[in-house]
Each structure stands twice: as structure tokens, then as C-alpha cells.
């Protein structure tokens, strides 16, 4: 059993800028795709970002490309999202995802989450 922890969020200007990390214990996140997913109040969770094991391969939805970075730390066993340029439109609980192997689109291929952060981007 992996279990992943979220950390970083919080209430941001828009236009600001807030670092989500995703941790665990115990076992190397080395051997599985990760995924960021966020769920606005009333809406589908979406995918945001996805890294592949060896971050050959990386993924981000339209809305957020040129402004959210998405890194890998294995020595730190952590996988970052950096958002930049913050939009109120990006306001939703953040959750990180795992799953063996390379990554789908799909939040429900994914196997193991994260309990959520909370981002809010208001003025």
C-alpha cells in the first residue's frame, strides 16, 4: 500500500504563485507515474499534470501549460507542482495520484491518493 501526502496549499492573489509537494513514506515513488488532479465544488476532478517514472514524459492540460511545472526529487521521494500565474479558475482541492508504470489521463486509472490540499486563488 502506498500512501501519498499533499502539502503546499493555501489561499493566493491572483497572480501569485504556491508550491504543492507530494510525499510519502517508506516506499520510492521511483516505479510510479504521478498525477496531480484537482475538483472544483460542483465539477468533474480533472487532471492538471502527470510525470512519467523516469520523467521522460510529461503531461499538462491547456489551461495550465507556460504556467504550472511539474518535477520529480527521488532523492527527496517527492514529486513537486509549482503554479505560477495563479487564476481565481484554479481554485479546487489539488490531489496527487499514483500508479505503476507510465501515466493515463484518466483520474480513475490511477490507484493510490493522496487526502487533497486545498488551493484558493481570490482577492
Known amino acids: 500500500q502506498l500512501q501519498l501526502v499533499e502539502s503546499g496549499g493555501g489561499l493566493v492573489q491572483p497572480g501569485g504563485s504556491l508550491r504543492l509537494s507530494c510525499g510519502t513514506s517508506g516506499r520510492t515513488l521511483d516505479y510510479y507515474a504521478i498525477g496531480w488532479f484537482r475538483q472544483a465544488p460542483g465539477k468533474e476532478r480533472e487532471v492538471v499534470s502527470c510525470?512519467?517514472?523516469?520523467?521522460?514524459?510529461?503531461y499538462y492540460t491547456d489551461s495550465v501549460k507556460g504556467r504550472f511545472t511539474i518535477s520529480r526529487n527521488n532523492t527527496k521521494n517527492t514529486v513537486t507542482l509549482q503554479m505560477d500565474g495563479l487564476k481565481p479558475e484554479d481554485t479546487g482541492v489539488y490531489y496527487c495520484?499514483?500508479?505503476?508504470?507510465?501515466?493515463?489521463?484518466?483520474?480513475?486509472?490511477?490507484?493510490?491518493w493522496g487526502q487533497g490540499t486545498q488551493v484558493t486563488v481570490s482577492s
Open positions: 495520484a499514483a500508479r505503476p508504470g507510465n501515466y493515463r489521463l484518466s483520474w480513475r486509472s490511477f490507484t493510490f
Open positions: 510525470v512519467s517514472a523516469n520523467s521522460g514524459m510529461i
